[in-house]
């Protein structure tokens, strides 16, 4: 049990994020009272344009990322490239996704489930 900072309601460890850099491993305030402040943050003014600068730079950053996805997604729409029901690495059904290897071949993808999209991109890095 733990005593929440914020609220003052003791509650078991299950209720705090895990921060390794607590004494006892969990942050000081419990998950409610950190989601609380975080969606009052957004809705802030200061929150807003936070995430639009931050949408900014990411656009900025990955221009080329965006420019391939928005290629593939127009061929998949026109029926120019057709999107498989299966993954080509395990066989999933399950959520396929489009991984490129290089972006500047943006119709040359592998169809990958999300976890082997996952893997795909660790061992890539």
């Known amino acids: ?28 305030k419990c998950k ?3 989601n ?9 003014p200061e929150g807003k344009e936070s995430r639009r600068e931050i949408r900014e730079r990411y656009k ?14 127009n061929a998949v729409r026109d ?3 057709e999107r498989p029901g299966t ?3 395990c066989g999933s059904d399950q959520m396929i996704e489009a991984h490129h290897a290089d ?3 943006p119709l040359d993808v592998l169809w990958l489930c999300r976890p082997c999209h996952n893997l795909e991109h660790r061992s890539v890095k």
């Open 103 to 105: 972006y500047d071949l």
């Open 1 to 28: 049990m733990k005593v929440c900072k914020e609220c003052g309601e003791s509650l078991s460890l299950d209720s705090f994020h895990r921060d390794l850099t607590y004494k006892d491993g969990v942050k000081s």
């Open 32 to 34: 409610d009272c950190v």
């Open 60 to 73: 900025e950053k990955n221009s080329h990322k965006l420019r391939a996805k928005s290629i593939l997604n």
């Open 87 to 89: 993954c080509t690495s």
């Open 79 to 81: 029926g120019i490239i």
């Open 36 to 44: 609380a402040q975080s969606r009052a943050y957004t809705k802030s």
